[in-house]
């Protein structure tokens, strides 16, 4: 599918807010990991929305639907301003004055729930206790704790099918690995793998609101079933954890119980297994990097911070806490924000060379996390995952490639690959 490269060619025109200017409506779809396509560098088609010819400030129409794909907001229903340049995107993050993380990720919404997602949709001063709350339980303390066993499991997994000569990556692999520490970390049954999976499916990616709004039923009584189950009986696992915990001395009310946990489900369930599969994928395409990784297993860990900067699989959101002039624009409090972060961190201002993968970049301080106090909480959890894995990969596995005749074509962003075959030689 062909793609915008001008901003004459995404021009719309539709009834925006009166306050937006007319040459500013553009229809950014195309950007926001809706439309597949087959590039090595599959988000190399939005970098020019960061070039220093671009407005500093878009707008966007409401998605089709009335909801943004991943963690969209859900107050985006009369379009949302769009920043693309990297300096844009910091501020939107990281200037609690004027924007707000109110209504973000807010799905459970759809079927008349009303607890916030704690702590995405929490603003400072609140959030922080949350924060710190949580934080151990992600923490370097606890990651340590926990790499041996994250190791033993990439390290089994991938034996299982080293001799093989191949693995579908995406579905066998990438699908099952990070879920299957997350549920371990929570503590959740095994068996309910399947179920998360389909619901996740179903909230993220279905596109209908009869289908979501069953799975957000479904995990939403299963959690507070759950939650009852441990506070009846702890056990030493995280749900546990924070359902008997407490917060300033108080214990957790019913909302923020349901609030910290069904929002740990949605961000930590399908995050990594999407950056694992375009990890494979742009290591087969483009076998270099898995030259350079196997001669320098030194190089893993910043490897893993470029892979991160170079498939950004959400693009946040966040609204005007209050009215304000912003790059000559008028800014109405409850104005949305999108801010992509597919643009961001190839924004030439910021990164020498952005569209080189170069795993030896100083200063990699991508957006792929975002920036500001909801930097995402399991991003230590993440790159440590990312990096064991690649450990352990390149112990085993010789030079891969993707099947030939296989389908490579990839949504760059949360929906991502659900298959990848790689296939290679014996040692
Ligand atoms: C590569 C994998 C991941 C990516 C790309 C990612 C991305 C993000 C992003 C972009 C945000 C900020 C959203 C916003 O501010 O609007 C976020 C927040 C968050 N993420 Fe992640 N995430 C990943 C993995 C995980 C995992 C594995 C967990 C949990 C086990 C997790 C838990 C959270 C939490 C709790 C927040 C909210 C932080 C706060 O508001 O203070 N994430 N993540």
Known sequence: MTQPRTLDAIRVDYPAPAHVPKDRLVDLGFAL?????????????????????IPRLLFNPPPPGGHGAGLASMSAGKGSWIATHYEDIDRIYTDNEHFSNKG????????????PSIPLAIDPPDHSKYRLFLAPHFGPA?????????????????????????????????????V???????????????????????ILHSGTFEKMGAALRGVLDFLRSFIKEKEAKPDAYLVSSIVNG???????????????V?????????????????MFRRMALQPEIQDQLRGHPE?????????????????????????????????????????????????????????????????NRHMTFVAGVHLCLGAPLA????????????????????????????????????NLPLVWDGK
């Not at 990991?33 to 010819?53: C, I």
């Not at 069904?262 to 375009?278: C, H, P, R």
Request: charged share 30%; hydrophobic share 40%; aromatic share 12%.
């Open 142 to 178: 606890r990651l340590n704790r926990m790499e041996a066993d994250i190791r033993a499991l990439a390290a089994g997994m991938i034996d299982e099918f080293a001799d093989k000569g191949e693995v579908d990556v995406a579905w066998d692999f990438g699908r099952v690995y990070p």
């Open 33 to 53: 990991g809706g439309q597949p396509n087959d590039l090595v560098d599959p988000y190399e088609p939005f970098g020019w929305l960061a070039g220093a010819d």
């Open 262 to 278: 069904w929002f740990l489900w949605l961000g930590g369930l399908d995050t990594v297994a999407a950056t694992i599969s375009q």
């Open 383 to 418: 790159r440590r995952e990312l990096r064991i894995l690649l450990d352990e990969w390149f112990k085993r596995i010789p030079a891969f490639r993707v099947r030939p005749g296989a389908d490579t074509t990839v949504f760059p962003g949360l929906l991502s690959i659900r």
């Open 246 to 260: 407490r917060i300033n001395g108080e214990p957790l009310t019913d909302d923020e119980k349901i609030g910290i």
């Open 299 to 363: 190089l893993i860990q910043p490897a893993v911070e470029e892979f991160l900067r170079t498939q950004p699989i959400l693009s946040s959101s966040r609204s005007a806490k209050k009215d304000f002039e912003w790059h000559g624009m008028q800014i109405r409090k409850g104005d949305s924000f999108q801010c992509l972060n597919p643009a961001g961190n190839f924004d030439p201002a910021r990164f020498d060379n952005p569209r080189e993968f170069d795993m030896t970049r100083k200063a």
């Open 104 to 115: 973000t990720a807010e799905f459970q919404r759809l079927i008349g729930e009303t607890f």
């Open 180 to 202: 299957r520490i997350f549920m371990g970390l929570m503590g959740f049954p095994p068996a309910m793998f399947e179920q998360f999976l389909d619901w996740e499916w179903d």
